[in-house]
């Protein structure tokens, strides 16, 4: 089976600072990664995905994320943040076979002026 | 245009009570999902259909009943309602259901049993 485990519940960052978002997964065979982000009383929105090739992956909106096998990770970054960024994001891998995702507990990210 | 909506989005009920869910997708997708993401955000699955045929059914109470009269839609009833089942539910979909596929989510139901 297949597990994600995002470290950090809440992450506050001042406007125009980086911001470096952890996820780590486990899993005994190969998966698939994404990055979701839920603005509030909205629905999850996909914001980035590592299925194979380069394991440096980007969003349209400046995020990126890098697929580390070795360290079972998949962090999320943004070298400049936007108080518009402020939103929960949500790591998730997808289980084999038939599409099942394994959502991680997400991270709350709180930009501040 | 909404590509995955549900209906209601508020949903206030006493224990007890069955209540229904509604959700629709525009986008041709062959698979719909019914996730739950409780008071702590973990967000779960509950049920997946590709074309009308239940494919998953995680360990969920038998008061849950899924049910796809089409492709383009995935209801959820609900009978008995207890406390624990407040929550908001999110409907989703995908184009073939495989592996690595991504999810149009809904905007959610957020469901409270008083």
């Known amino acids: 089976a297949q597990s994600v485990t995002q470290l950090d519940s809440q992450v506050p960052v001042f406007e125009e600072a980086p911001v470096e978002l952890r996820c780590n997964y486990s899993?005994?065979?190969?998966?698939?990664l994404f990055w979701y982000v839920q603005y509030p009383n909205q629905g999850l929105q996909l914001l980035l995905k590592?299925?194979?090739?380069?394991?440096l992956v980007e969003s349209i909106n400046g995020f990126e994320a890098e697929f580390n096998k070795s360290q079972t990770s998949f962090h999320l970054r943004k070298p400049s943040v936007h108080i518009s960024d402020t939103a929960e994001y949500f790591c998730?891998?997808?289980?084999?076979?038939?599409?099942?995702?394994?959502f991680g507990s997400g991270t709350k990210l709180n930009v501040k002026p | 245009d909404t590509a995955v909506s549900q209906t209601p989005k508020y949903l206030v009920t006493q224990m007890g009570n069955d209540k229904s869910i509604k959700c629709e997708q525009n986008?041709?997708?062959?698979?719909m999902y019914w996730y739950k993401q409780d008071s702590k955000k973990f967000l779960k699955i509950m049920f997946s259909y590709n074309n009308k045929e239940l494919i998953i059914n995680e360990t969920v109470p038998n008061r849950f009943s899924p049910k796809s009269p089409d492709k383009a839609h995935l209801n959820l009833h609900i009978n008995s309602l207890e406390l624990g089942d407040s929550a908001v539910y999110f409907c989703?979909?995908?184009?073939?259901?495989?592996?690595?596929?991504?999810?149009?989510f809904g905007s959610g139901t957020r469901l409270t049993v008083v």
């Open positions: 986008l041709g997708h062959d698979t």
């Open positions: 989703a979909s995908s184009p073939t259901g495989t592996e690595d596929d991504s999810y149009t």
């Open positions: 590592y299925l194979s090739g380069s394991t």
């Open positions: 998730a891998v997808s289980g084999r076979g038939f599409n099942k995702f394994y």
């Open positions: 899993s005994s065979v190969s998966v698939y």
